[in-house]
């Protein structure tokens, strides 16, 4: 079942669609910019094991730039030289009354262009799709690529949408865990507008040429373990030309490159029409460098247009002409809203819930995006815009299929090629049911295509593709027809919680993390319900996390990455998820609570480290006959062919931690952290210093708890945080909830502090501070809790004192023995009673009998600790004398009013410090010898990569020159860093650009009004 989350992009994203367009609609569209190659740009798709380049004129992939189509993300193994759409129609030109099928495209070569100027005749990007500052298209995950405004061309769309992402399934929604749009139209093709032909497809309009089509793209990647391995491309297609296009194909051109660059020659490909996939692979199945294991990459016709005209049940799903625009629910998927109360209105105040019936704007009360009741939300009725509803239904359109695909040899550069230049030769290969796979072992190219349909006039169409990629044939084809499977029963997916924001503060061999709470909030509206289960750390030193994806199924596929921690609700959700992948399990933790923060002290300093804080859901082992197993947020970092970082998503971190500079005196926190300073808590306070440089100089904090009930039944409930500096008192944090207590669970970071607090909860003796605090008795004594009488016994959260008196002058309330002691509760100041357990039966007190304590709550005694007396077994002993006093502590809670208070001192560089640790300072390592552990990887196929030595232990300020032996000056290096970073790095190139040869190197550090230092190190092969 290894994708099917692949369905989910098929499903909820790949729909065909016929959608008719209201005139008005139209004109909106016609009165937009034309495509301009102004607008051109290009990103990198990398949200699940996928990493591709793609433009937002068509094309995926580009030969020879890099990543192109590369599997796995981070391995440099590349399957792809580029892959375009294509769209072709019959025409009639009026010029001279021919037939002819311009093919509209846009591709990196052998394409039409005007022999006289130059200009391109393919399609290009329509402006405002993007923010032009951005160099890539707009990107789900990047709201910097977001345009300030979304064209009020776009259905549905108002100001309410500007500030969010303009998600196929509403406003902000984001199903998928990365998703790309744009706009392009073929208005730059003028082949056809010239004479003879004089084909104008808008006659009120005769800048624009071509087809007079706009399309609408969407890709889509699920980084869910059983989508990993698969994008999924969206094309709407709109036909703005003033006739209908009665003979139609959609098709998709591919130029394979499985083995990358160097390894174009021995490509082989065929084709299932059955599964509706054309596919290629190496002939030998490796590839240079290394001569790696190629696997396969397929072409899935995932989704084709539709007829729902011809009367025919063309999908042979039970419906006849089904259609996305005719305001039916045809197939009758639609879910209105659950009428609790069955008044026959929506109650938003009574949490019912909306189902699918969310509104034109695709968003319901659960997405933090919402902003109130829209159009259609809550009214019974299906409105354009909410899910399983015509345009956002898949099943409601009568899909053609798969019906011709072509190999060609890609050296064929003629006339009679398959080159996007060759209009009537596309138009020939993409008959109806024209295959032709004879070509094998050959650097080759791929056409494949669904028609012919009707594209009427102010109508729009739905094609949708997908790269599939695989280990070897079974896993493609294995990936394929779990999609398949699921598509066809019309599944849709649950998708992941909603990103924490993650921060990291790196320190001297440790990183702290911590993360807000945000997906704690997630509403998975496919399950129907709130289904976050926990949280996972991963740590790697690859970007693309790759190396701590270890834990495989049955047939030795990594499936799952190792995290470093994992915190998971208290639910009884736990162990491993029983669905599972080929016989690989998701581990869904094992009950340990949530905490929002970690130390990481298992860093090694200089190592750069790539952190993931994922949210996980419950999955739903019960859900149809297979179950759902849990889903887990992406992890993106980009990271470009030189090691340079691009992009880091909310929930990950780059962080490199270093030891401080030289004569660093680090910040320092006065009070008492392990005993409150006022109150009767036993618990303790950890204060974790994130950031030196933002301690404060002459801070006091107090740390008071509140709690509910009294004693002895009462609970800690939270805790404040207040701070008095410089005479403003000020109050952090309010309310900090008891289940945030914990070792290793912090408060969010203030003043360059976080806290954690460790309360006694546990109701027992401290043993190392309870006995004798005066007298020399060593009579055995020891204080356990009374079980003689549970609907009497009590645990009492108090300190008591047992002071020996003189003689026997106390009586015991019950048993009226003599006693020569009494107790005293210290912690509420009282003395209470005590009574005899008199275990001989003799009527007096002795060795061999127990003391019990006594508490009252009202007019109810209570029967709390017993203390036993025995003698004990030294040969001599001494009972206790008249003055002697024994204690027993006990631990307690934090009671209302308990505080801590503590005091900061901000951290200092000493320059006397300072020149003392010159002797300190260090090359590392040394000596340099080939690759080191902390230097990047080289994602390139040939090449070392980074070269790194790292100077540690410097002063704050510095200048670092490095010579040869002969005392020539080859590089020069400048220091002025914060004061928790003692390290400057050089990649061994000299001043004037050039790697340095191996040998000897001498270098002085010159640091003002601290001293100098001269040291060495070697660079050795």
């Known amino acids: 079942m290894k994708r099917i989350v692949w369905l989910i992009i098929f499903l909820i994203a790949s729909i065909n669609i016929t959608i008719a367009q209201t005139a008005d609609q139209i004109q909106k569209y016609r009165n937009e910019p034309k495509g301009d190659k102004t607008y051109r740009k290009k990103g990198i798709m990398d949200g699940n094991l996928i990493r591709t380049i793609f433009r937002n004129d068509g094309q995926v992939g580009t030969w ?42 846009s591709y990196r070569e052998e394409v039409d262009f005007d022999p006289v100027t130059g200009e391109l005749w393919v399609m290009e990007p329509v402006p405002g799709y993007a923010n032009p500052s951005s160099e890539e298209p707009a990107i789900s995950t990047k709201s910097s690529t977001w345009p300030e405004t979304w064209p009020r061309a776009l259905i549905n769309i108002d100001q309410s949408w500007d500030g969010y992402w303009f998600g196929y399934f509403g406003r902000g929604v984001q199903n998928s865990d990365f998703e790309a749009f744009y706009v392009m139209d073929d208005s730059k093709d003028r082949e056809f507008v010239r004479p003879p032909y004089m084909y104008n497809p808008i006659a009120s309009d005769l800048d624009r040429g071509g087809l007079g089509l706009r399309v609408e793209v969407r890709g889509f990647q699920w980084s869910h373990v059983l989508a990993e391995d698969i994008i999924f491309w969206h094309f709407d297609i709109v036909n703005l030309a003033d006739v209908s296009y009665d003979t139609t194909y959609f098709g998709f051109y591919a130029d394979t490159g499985v083995g990358g660059v160097d390894d174009n020659g021995d490509d082989n490909a065929s084709y299932n029409t059955k599964l509706d996939i054309a596919y290629s692979f190496d002939a ?19 989704e084709s247009p539709g007829n729902g005209f011809n009367g025919i049940d063309d999908d042979e799903d039970g419906m006849v002409d089904e259609r996305r625009d005719d305001g039916i629910d045809n197939d009758g998927d639609w879910v209105p809203f659950t009428d609790i109360n069955g008044n026959g209105r929506w109650d938003p105040d009574l949490n019912e819930p909306l189902n699918d019936d969310l509104g034109k704007d695709g968003v319901g009360p659960y997405d933090p995006q919402y902003q109130g009741p829209d159009e259609g939300e809550g009214d019974g009725k299906p409105t354009d815009g909410e899910p399983n509803f015509d345009r956002l239904d898949k099943d409601e359109s009568d899909q ?18 398959v080159w996007p230049k060759n209009d009537e030769v596309i138009w020939r290969k993409m008959n109806y049911n024209n295959f032709d796979t004879l070509l094998q072992k050959s650097n080759i190219q791929i056409l494949f295509g669904s028609g012919p349909f009707p594209l009427k006039e102010n109508r729009r169409e739905r094609f949708s593709t997908a790269l599939v990629f695989g280990s070897d044939f079974e896993d ?115 009950d340990s609570g949530l905490q929002h923060s970690f130390i990481d002290s298992t860093v090694v300093n200089g190592n750069t480290y790539y952190y ?72 303790s306070i950890n204060i974790a210093i994130l950031n030196p440089n933002e301690i404060k100089e002459g801070a006091n904090y107090k740390i008071l708890f509140k709690s509910s009930g009294n004693i002895p039944r009462y609970n800690t409930t939270s805790y404040s945080i207040v701070r008095v500096h410089e005479g403003r008192t000020d109050t952090i944090e309010s309310r900090i909830e008891a289940n945030e207590f914990g070792s290793g669970k912090f408060s969010k970071p203030f003043d360059g502090l976080a806290l954690s607090v460790l309360n006694d909860t546990a109701v027992a003796p401290i043993i190392p501070e309870t006995g004798w605090v005066k007298g020399f008795s060593n009579v055995e004594m020891t204080v356990i809790p009374d079980n003689s009488s549970p609907a009497r016994n ?89 003055g002697d006093i024994y204690r027993i502590t006990i631990r307690k809670q934090f009671f209302n009013n308990d505080y801590f208070q503590f005091a900061t001192k901000s ?65 020069t290096l400048y220091k002025e860093s914060i004061t928790n970073d003692g390290t400057i790095s050089w990649n061994l190139v000299s001043e004037d650009g050039m790697d340095i040869a191996y040998g000897l190197y001498i270098y002085h550090v010159d640091a003002p009004e601290v001293g100098e230092f001269i040291g060495k190190f070697a660079v050795v092969k």
């Not at 693309?544 to 499936?559: H, L, P, Q, R, V």
């Not at 970092?637 to 090691?643: A, H, N, R, S």
């Not at 001989?840 to 209570?862: C, H, M, P, S």
Request: some cysteine; proline content about 8%.
């Open 64 to 105: 020879p730039d890099r990543p192109s189509g590369e599997w796995p993300k981070g391995t440099g193994q590349q399957y792809l030289d580029g892959c375009t759409p294509i769209i072709t129609a019959s025409v009639r030109a009026p010029g001279n009354g021919q037939i002819v099928h311009p093919a509209q495209t």
């Open 612 to 683: 993931a804080l994922v949210a996980y859901d419950q999955g739903d082992p019960n859900y149809g006959t297979k179950g759902l197993i849990p889903t887990e947020t992406t992890k993106i970092i980009q990271q470009d062919l030189v090691g340079n970082i691009r992009f880091v998503d909310i929930n990950c971190a780059v962080v490199k931690p270093n030891a401080p500079v030289a004569g660093y005196t680090p910040p320092q926190i006065t009070g008492d952290t392990k005993k409150v300073t006022d109150g009767i808590g036993t618990g």
């Open 476 to 590: 493609m084809v294995f990936n394929k027809e779990t999609v398949q499977a699921i598509y066809n029963a019309n599944y849709n997916f649950s998708k992941p919680p909603l990103k924490p924001t993650l921060t990291a503060i790196p320190g001297d061999k440790k990183v702290f993390l911590y993360w807000d709470d945000l997906a704690e909030k997630s509403y998975d509206n496919f399950l129907r319900r709130f289904d976050f289960e926990g949280y996972l750390i991963y740590r790697s030193q690859e970007p693309e996390f790759n190396d701590i994806k270890i834990i495989t199924d049955s047939k030795g596929e990594k499936k799952y990455w190792k995290p470093i921690a994992q915190f998971d609700l208290k639910n009884d959700i736990k162990g491993p998820d029983p669905v599972g992948i080929n016989g690989a399990h998701f581990w869904r933790g094992n």
């Open 284 to 302: 030998d199945g490796v590839a240079p460098p290394n001569n790696w294991k190629t696997g396969y990459v397929g072409y899935a016709f995932l």
């Open 400 to 417: 053609i299929g798969l019906t011709s695909l072509v190999i060609e040899r890609l050296s064929n550069k003629g006339p009679t090629a």
């Open 907 to 971: 951290g200092k560089i000493d320059k006397d410090l300072a020149k003392n640790a010159l002797d300190k300072i260090k090359v590392v390592p040394n000596p340099y010898v080939s690759a080191n552990s902390w230097e990047q990887r080289n994602l390139n196929q040939t090449g070392r990569g980074e070269r790194r030595i790292d100077f540690i232990h410097l002063p704050s300020k510095c200048t670092i020159r490095i010579y040869t032996v002969t005392g020539a000056l080859i590089k």
């Open 794 to 882: 009590v645990k009492w959260p108090a300190d008591y004192e047992i002071h020996w008196l003189s003689e026997a002058s106390q009586t015991t309330p019950f048993t009226k023995i003599n006693i020569p002691f009494k107790v005293l509760n210290i912690t509420e100041g009282k003395e209470v009673q005590a009574e005899i357990f008199d275990n001989d039966n003799n009527k007096q007190f002795n060795l061999g009998d127990d003391i019990v304590i006594i508490e009252y709550e009202g007019t109810q005694f209570r029967i709390t600790w017993r203390i036993t007396y025995r003698v004990p077994a030294a040969p001599a002993f001494a009972t206790p004398r008249g």
